[in-house]
């Protein structure tokens, strides 16, 4: 074969290699290292608790819980969470974290009013395995890779038949594509905690809860008057990941959402259970402290963490929070509170950013938005090792 031929075939060949994106090798021989995607996602529950947090009578609890519940079921989590995968499938992210994903169950009839100690068992809604299966039906292959329980309440409910009880579990979530090696995989909860207390309330004669603990709430009689309290844990997840050879500490909160001062304490408090890590750290979550002047946010950063948000085309960054039981025809975010901070490597020089589930186009096909947060995905090419 004449030799400018056997050229003019090189050259189509390269040309061809990189419009397929085909991963190019560097003078070595090495494969050039393929960019770390990651992303974080509120799912949202479906429903706000402000009514719940705000009763002033502890008989108005089983109404308000009765609202809330019947509010997550019309959220239609499962529509909701095909809306999800597909922004998944859309960047294909090594790590995901997710937050707010809860195991939903009920028990009829209930025993928690009595102060009964069985524990609500009926599954009635269980998101991570419905964001499993979403993401199986899109053809995505992920896996569990690291998960805290946050907190785990129980609380009756008024329903036709009389009083059910409510069982609501948080999780918050590492997945790893099937292709990502991970290790060390852990799940912490935070010491500093918020505490709901309930208002008093005046006992009738016949009524015996001295002393009484259901999940999540502690009964105390004062005076003759029943007092309760609700304990929020939160924390957060933590794996090891290796991509192109590099390996990342990844970690996944959610910041506490009904006391700034808490919120802080927590964000110090992972700031300090983080100081001795020497991996590279890709911090994701909802912290619930909108950058750039929440106290939270400035405190992290002031411990050396990168907020890798780089405005582009595809989003405004802000990610919270759609009101209207995610029915607006419009998105109506605000805030910025969905962060994905890096520690312990250089800024890169190439970095992609992009809010996902805010677009009229991303909501499900019963036309809910997915969450009442956006999304955040970040793409970054680190140097060679």
């Known amino acids: 074969m004449k030799p400018f031929i056997v050229y003019f075939l090189m050259l189509l060949i390269l040309w061809g290699c990189q419009k ?19 992303m974080t996602y509120n799912v949202n529950i479906g429903s706000a608790a402000d009514e719940l947090m705000s009763v002033e009578n502890l008989l108005d609890v089983p109404v308000e819980v009765a609202t809330v519940y019947n509010n997550v079921m019309a959220s239609d989590f499962p529509g909701r969470a095909m809306a999800i995968a597909k922004s998944i499938k859309t960047y294909h992210p090594h790590l995901i974290g997710l937050q707010e994903i809860s195991l939903i169950r009920r028990q009829s009839p209930g025993d928690a009013i009595t102060g ?8 009635v809604m269980d998101y991570l395995q419905i964001v ?22 129980e609380l009756p409910m008024f329903t036709d038949a009389g009083l059910d009880d409510i069982r609501l579990t948080d999780y918050d979530v590492i997945l790893a594509r099937g292709d990502v090696e991970v290790s060390r995989p852990m799940g912490v909860n935070y010491t500093n905690t918020f505490s709901l207390e309930m208002p008093a309330l005046k006992l009738p004669g016949n009524m015996a809860v001295e002393g009484a603990t259901t999940l999540g709430v502690t009964y105390r009689i004062v005076d003759g008057d029943l007092e309760a309290s609700i304990e929020v844990l939160r924390g957060y997840a933590a794996v090891d990941a290796t991509v192109s050879g590099i390996t990342y500490r990844i970690v996944n909160t959610h910041l506490e959402a009904f006391d700034s001062n808490i919120r802080v304490a927590q964000a110090q408090e992972l700031a300090d259970r983080l100081r001795e890590e020497r991996l590279p750290i890709l911090l994701l979550g909802d912290f619930n402290s909108a950058a750039p002047d929440g106290r939270s946010y400035q405190l992290l950063q002031s411990a050396g963490y990168v907020d890798l948000w780089q405005a582009d085309s595809e989003g405004t960054g802000k990610t919270c929070c759609q009101d209207d039981d995610l029915k607006n025809e419009v998105s109506d975010l605000g805030r910025r509170v969905d962060i994905i901070f890096l520690r312990n490597l250089e800024f890169p020089a190439d970095v992609l950013t992009h809010t996902v589930g805010d677009k009229p186009s991303d909501r499900s096909a019963s036309g809910l938005w997915a969450s009442d947060h956006a999304g955040v995905v970040a793409q970054i090419t ?3 090792p």
């Open 20 to 38: 397929i994106n085909t991963p190019m090798f560097s003078e070595t021989g090495v494969p050039e290292i393929q960019p770390l995607t990651v």
């Open 116 to 123: 009964g100690t069985i524990p609500a068992a009926s599954v």
């Open 132 to 153: 499993m299966d979403a993401l199986k039906a899109e053809g995505l292959n992920y896996r569990i890779a690291a998960s805290v329980e946050n907190t785990d309440i």
């Open 382 to 384: 680190t140097p060679e």
